[in-house]
């Protein structure tokens, strides 16, 4: 099992860069596939970035594709997430995801992932 916790979020103005970390226990972390959802105002949780046991392996959603970019640092437990180019259509909270150890294909469905952190807020403003 692993436990995630977020941190990183804050109030950003548009066209910003802002980047939000994940800090994962356990010392399997490595054999996990990693991954970022969103969940806006009104909106239902949605797929940011996914990034594999590799840590090469990157799958993204087209709304942030070359704005967003994911990493994992396996020495540290941590997994980030670099937003540049920041829009109001951004805000929301940001939750760090995680597979089962069993599974290693990347994948964009929230229903995949087990293990949840507590989410971090960004907010985008214009």
């Known amino acids: 099992q692993v436990q995630l916790v977020e941190s990183g979020g804050g109030l950003v103005q548009v066209g910003d860069s802002l980047s939000v970390s994940c800090a994962a226990s356990?010392?399997?972390?490595?054999?996990?596939?990693m991954g970022w959802f969103r969940q806006g105002p009104g909106n239902e949780r949605e797929f940011v970035a996914a990034?594999?046991?590799?840590?090469?392996?990157?799958l993204y959603a087209d709304s942030v594709k070359g704005r967003f970019t994911i990493s994992r640092d396996k020495s540290k437990n941590m997994i980030y997430l670099q937003m540049n180019s920041l829009k109001p259509e951004d805000t929301a909270v940001y939750y760090c995801?995680?597979?089962?150890?069993?599974?290693?294909?990347?994948?964009?469905?929230?229903?995949?992932?087990?293990?949840w952190g507590q989410g971090t807020q960004v907010t985008v403003s214009s």
């Open positions: 995801a995680a597979r089962d150890n069993r599974f290693v294909i990347l994948t964009a469905r929230r229903n995949d992932y087990d293990y």
């Open positions: 356990g010392r399997t972390f490595s054999s996990y596939v």
């Open positions: 990034i594999g046991r590799n840590g090469i392996s990157t």
